[in-house]
């Protein structure tokens, strides 16, 4: 079955400094990428798609500046929390699309715990 | 934008119960599917289920197109089974998955 990893876990880091937050499709090719935030006890929300090749689409309300994506392979996308601070503090997964797929489906990450302290 | 509700939000059982979980769409989506998410925080994919009815072991899923809503079923349940169920749905024209606000479930030995 299709794999997708993400590293780290879990990062605590101190207020100001930026993180980086890896996802890996380990056995497929995906052009596409999607980054959401879940809060505690709360649903996960879309915060971006990441395009290989191109740049990454940010939903409503996100700030780009803020959450830097980058897809620069098919089987690996990035998201940089710059200058975190402890509201940033969540739990961030993404999910990698498996081209051409039938249906369409998406695999998740096992995620990524964040504390900004 | 489309919202997706669950219900119920919370629910305890006694291990063995049987419950129905319940996800309505404000509109229409494509590909839905069903979560579960473990207590350290994987999402599980149980159910790929656009229409129609299918069944895993314990688990089976009845998605109503027409009527833009989907019931996942558990029989006899686990201690195991506890955790938060998730249906997403994809939205029309693009790869983009909406979830919906989940149902938190314990199941208690």
């Known amino acids: 079955g299709a794999v997708v990893s993400q590293h780290p876990s879990w990062v605590i880091c101190k207020s100001g400094t930026s993180v980086k937050i890896e996802c890996r499709s380990l056995?497929?090719?995906?052009?596409?990428m999607f980054w959401y935030r879940q809060f505690p006890k709360q649903s996960l929300m879309l915060m971006a798609t990441s395009n290989e090749g191109s740049k990454a689409t940010y939903e409503q309300g996100v700030e780009k500046d803020k959450f830097l994506i980058n897809h620069a392979s098919l089987t690996l996308s990035t998201l940089t929390v710059t200058s975190a601070h402890p509201e940033d503090s969540s739990f961030y997964i993404c999910?990698?699309?498996?081209?051409?797929?039938?249906?369409?489906?998406?695999?998740f990450g096992p995620g990524t715990r964040l504390t900004v302290l | 934008g489309i919202q997706v509700e669950q219900s119920p939000p919370d629910l305890i059982l006694q291990e063995g119960a049987n419950s129905t979980l319940r996800c309505n769409f404000s509109?229409?989506?494509?590909?839905l599917q069903w979560f579960h998410q473990n207590p350290w925080g994987q999402l599980i994919n149980l159910f790929y289920i656009p229409s129609g009815t299918k069944q895993n072991g314990r688990l089976s899923a009845t998605t109503v197109a027409t009527e833009r809503y989907s019931l996942l079923y558990i029989s006899s349940s686990q201690t195991t089974d506890s955790g938060v169920y998730f249906c997403?749905?994809?939205?029309?024209?693009?790869?983009?998955?909406?979830f919906g606000t989940g149902t938190r479930l314990k199941v208690l030995a």
């Open positions: 056995d497929f090719q995906a052009t596409t």
């Open positions: 999910s990698a699309r498996r081209s051409k797929s039938r249906p369409d489906t998406q695999y």
């Open positions: 997403a749905g994809g939205l029309p024209g693009t790869y983009k998955y909406i």
């Open positions: 509109d229409s989506v494509n590909n």
